[in-house]
């Protein structure tokens, strides 16, 4: 296995939904393998999954401290590490894994705090070490070519964006005996949103991925629709982004009758495009004249950078994973070229630190609006 | 002809969209007939207008003074006008007609102004005139449907709305030519809003006509997209509903790929209601549990109310001219009760004048929010 | 009136479907209005309808063949006849109008057999009168749309076709109750095909209607799904046309879940084109190259012979009624123009006489195909 | 990693398609590693594949013979092979692993007759070895999920039953350079049928996973309708099942605008099932009473059995390698299961090798039926 990179895994212990997602995609294309780990507080969970993946007894470490240490000063250590532990430890492992010189991947939200973000930015940056934020979307081939399309100028100066992520999930008042519901809308432990920080940030990520356009000012209105609730759970912003265009986000988890629902559609002087995360292979296109086109990933007018993720002709459908797992290909090729003294910058096609922090400026300057009576909050550079 | 009513009307001369339109959906059904108008204010147009519909030459008028003072004389005179005029003249024609002692079918919006809506309201009411303003989405069986289902609590209180209303036509730079543009987009003759009393008008009565929902407050944001535009073509409002519930608008005419996107989402605590007008004999019902119900027009669940309209069966499109004629049949049916002095009120299913208040209260709440900055604004009672 | 044609109806009593919908078609564009009938034998029912249509008493007639005589000879006697009695007096009312020199329209299937058929295009090419069989669907814009693309080759040669037109109301396995069923499964009132008599023959005309193409043979297999019924309630065909493409059709009316399911997909060497009525003002084109393409009502790319039919933009659906009424438009704007002496051959735009005996030609193989064992049965030019 | 089974890969050398697509879905769920290979005739390519995926060199062979003996005879030998050679030595390789005592999965079609298919069921029944046929639809979540409603009684006794595959890829004439195309339409290589060989027996088997009914005669029609082609580009098949349902199959590769548009729907005398294999994760429910219902992957309806293959909540697409992970997932269970000599056939819930022959018969029986002149031919059992 002398080609494959080696990774270590901190958290995704048996029962988590998703470390095995992670491993999965990882896997499918079979360019690095699980080789350490810290799955779980637990000793005994953390053992089990350890041996399930077939791990070296020695390299199933009681935390992460130890492994970063451990790692670090093995020949054969880890080339990178993923986190997907629950967010308020992001910060902190990340952190060490970096002091440790080791390679990054941390599911998002990258951190609780935009200062928190900012120092993974800085330090990342000064240890040269690649580091990837988890937004899932941006690795389907769909978005990859609206992407193209938008810098093409395809569809012109963009002037307004709706982007939604409804689901339904936490539509009923009583989620007594939902693990998930009972952490994410405890502030405690999920900070100052629920619904904004968990799926909002994947519009605006996705938004950022399709159209390199960041926000420079915003309005959030937030709200606790289920009587008792302390963090929202069906939230609009309205946000301007620094060429002038404007733009409206709708996230909601008491939308009854969608799943991971997210939509984003991009107007422009020449155009449009839409993009549906559930039929996530596909892309529409109105053109100025009225025509209405659908592209599907597999077609020829596919863009030759988006079309060489594919493991698949068209219509037999990669899907959440194989989105995932584009990211991991085009993480693991930088970290590769990165180890051989390549030129990597300009290949790099995944969400990185920097995304992770653009996102924490969001959730921060959406909180502040809804405090201060949803009025612009103008986001820091 | 005995047992047909008989109309006038005022505009809608040849080379007229609605005009035309109205006409088509009163003969689909046969209730009443053309018998008087004013078409055009050219002489020509006017009178091959009326001989081209066999009006006698004695009533073909040359305005609408004239007219309201003929017919109101006649022992045969029209049972109601339809007004399709440009938008700053429905107000003093549709009072002349009412000072007439004659009934009144309007084109939206109402007037140029709250104070002129208000003064309308009182007017119909005093001489207990019908008076329907043709906001005509909600002839749709399956807006009738949604609000049967609302009423029967079938998904629980409403918690969040989202409506919007997509078009593309505006979205090129320079509209030349088109005559259209050329006076919606002038403050003179359009008022203080194009895209938002164009279109996103028919957001908020579609939804007040689905939900009987009416808006305690709103925020709007109101945009030129296009440089040089002195009017909106895209706009977007956030709303409170009276019982708390949130909702968030969008209307736009730069929306490249678009016709006629109305599109009515309801969330409630057991369900959620979806509504596309392109698409508009059926509806979508998601339940409380994540099953997905799509119901058209037709079939057996319809509420016998909402089928009570049906021409033909399930499957075979009645469309949008259906829609309108649906107005048309239920105003003329109180009509002839009224007329026969039999109880109508219960019976009466069509937008009225206090619908078209309410969407002059609307426009006038959301220039003020953008006027003022994108504030909150409380909408009088 | 003296613009507008005048006509007649045989048939369409109070309670009837088809009647009506005739009557609101051609009600729409006000180009005939209806001015004699003999609506029902009953005498009451004829009564009446024929006064709620404001007839004069004395162009209530009690049989066809009086009305046929009488008309024949007033002056103002009607321009053509609307037929719509059950199928088995189609053919004695057409042509005893047209033996009286007046037009004829015949709803579909034109007669019992195809040597009816033949003797009513004879006649009405020796009498030259305007013959239309109202096969609606082929009113469409977008079916217009597509004869236009396939005349200008814009698929290329026509490969393969696949036709279907499910219905699900004949499910049930006791209909009892039930009138339509009641005649269409007798063989008495019906003929030998229930099915393909109903809806099959309309993928075997708007297929016609769109690409031009007859079917040199055809191959049958007609089934009774539900025990005890005598005539076909679901059925395949096989075809071949006279360009040696293929095609495959298939009606049910035990398709639960369908209502008017007709769905044409043409397959040529250069693109595909695809129709599905139950959305129909939209059609879809696939390139060779694999672009999809949805193409509506009122886009710029239609022709501009189907688009002169428009009475709204796009957007705003016409539906059935609007295709019907389409339908009358042509066949009204050709019998003016023969009667001015003008040239009307190249304007005719109607399902014919002549698409009325296809349809019995098509019946009638089927039933032998299906008799002798399923095989393969040459057409008659 | 000693949970972990074994495998080998015989074929899916560099280059390849369907190989890399196996591993990567036996990769996904980590329950069996490639341990041996024969992955290509040419030495270099064989070497390579097997480096890259970490093989010992002693495990990657020179043929599919010596790898069958030499695994046969080591203790760590492979737990089962999968075959992804080119159809001609499906037959021989997998004899070769029977005999050997590995079992064996295969891609599709098992062999090149239904003489060998018979072969193969005798020599695994014989073996009692476990044999997956990789027939990959049956694998969604939404396939099972039909299977267990048809099973339940949801839509009744089953009438009739549409399938189709329709593919473009063949539509051009020139097939000139395309690899696949070259064997797919040469008789020498692919036998007496391309298009019904290739996915018509994907509508065949799916359709039997779906319902348990198997065809007891058919009629085909075999064309090729791009000139100088031997084998069929478009055809189409009647079946009647042994329940004396109907079904009709249509299967194209010369369709221009579908990828791989697998879509089966089901009518039963109380319901109605669809399919619809580029949007796999759902399926549609019709109801008697005509209710529409949409079932998607994740929703609380799904059948347990189903429900738990999955790996995501619903709304995030685990897409087809999800699909043909499932199978893998079930197969190495029962594989587990068998070898610790628990209970295991009650658990199988794969494509099997009669699921193989039945694939034969149906391809051989419709190559009668065309050369028959488009006949009823009767199935073996």
């Not at 964006?161 to 339904?168: A, C, D, L, R, S």
């Not at 008792?228 to 982004?241: C, I, M, Q, T």
């Amino acid at each position: 296995m002398s080609r494959m990179l080696s990774y270590g895994m901190v958290g995704g212990g048996k029962g988590s939904l998703i470390g095995p997602a992670h491993r999965r995609a990882i896997a499918m294309d079979g360019k690095a393998a699980l080789c350490a780990g810290c799955f779980s507080r637990k000793e005994e969970t953390n053992r089990q999954t350890g041996e399930e993946w077939g791990l070296d007894a020695d390299r199933i470490y009681k935390d992460y401290i130890e492994m970063a240490a451990a790692e670090k000063n093995r020949p054969d250590g880890i080339d990178f590490v993923v986190i997907v532990t629950p967010n308020v430890s992001h910060y902190i492992i990340a952190r060490t894994f970096l002091e440790a010189g080791i390679a990054v991947v941390c599911d998002k939200p990258l951190a609780m705090s935009v200062e928190e973000a900012r120092q993974l930015c800085a330090l990342a940056e000064q240890k040269e070490l690649l580091f990837m934020v988890t937004y899932v979307y941006s690795g389907y081939t769909a978005v990859k070519q609206i992407r193209s399309m938008v810098e093409q100028g395809t569809i012109g100066r963009i002037r307004t964006i709706v982007g939604e992520y409804p689901q339904g999930w936490l539509a009923k008042e009583d989620m007594t005996g939902n693990r998930q519901a009972a952490w994410r809308l405890d502030p405690e432990q999920a900070g100052r949103s629920n619904t904004l920080a968990d799926i909002g940030t994947h519009i605006e990520n996705t938004v950022h991925r399709m159209t390199g356009l960041s926000i420079r000012r915003l309005m959030a209105r937030m709200e606790c629709t289920v009587p008792g609730r302390k963090l929202d759970d069906n939230s609009a912003v309205w946000v301007e982004y620094e060429n002038g265009a404007s733009g409206a986000y709708w996230a909601s988890q008491i939308a009854i009758g969608h799943d991971n629902g997210l939509r984003i559609r991009i107007y422009g002087e020449k155009g449009s495009l839409h993009w549906f995360q559930e039929e996530g292979e596909k892309l529409l296109y109105y053109m100025e004249d009225g025509s209405r086109m659908e592209i599907h990933r597999g077609d020829a007018v596919i863009d030759s950078r988006a079309a060489a993720y594919d493991r698949m002709p068209g219509g037999h459908s990669e899907g959440w994973f194989g989105a995932l797992a584009n990211h991991y290909c085009n993480y693991i090729d930088c970290l590769c070229a990165q180890k051989a003294g390549e030129p990597y910058r300009e290949k790099m096609d995944f969400p990185d630190v920097n995304d992770g922090l653009s996102g924490m400026q969001f959730i921060e300057a959406c909180v502040e609006s809804q405090e201060k009576g949803n009025v612009w909050i103008v986001l820091e550079e």
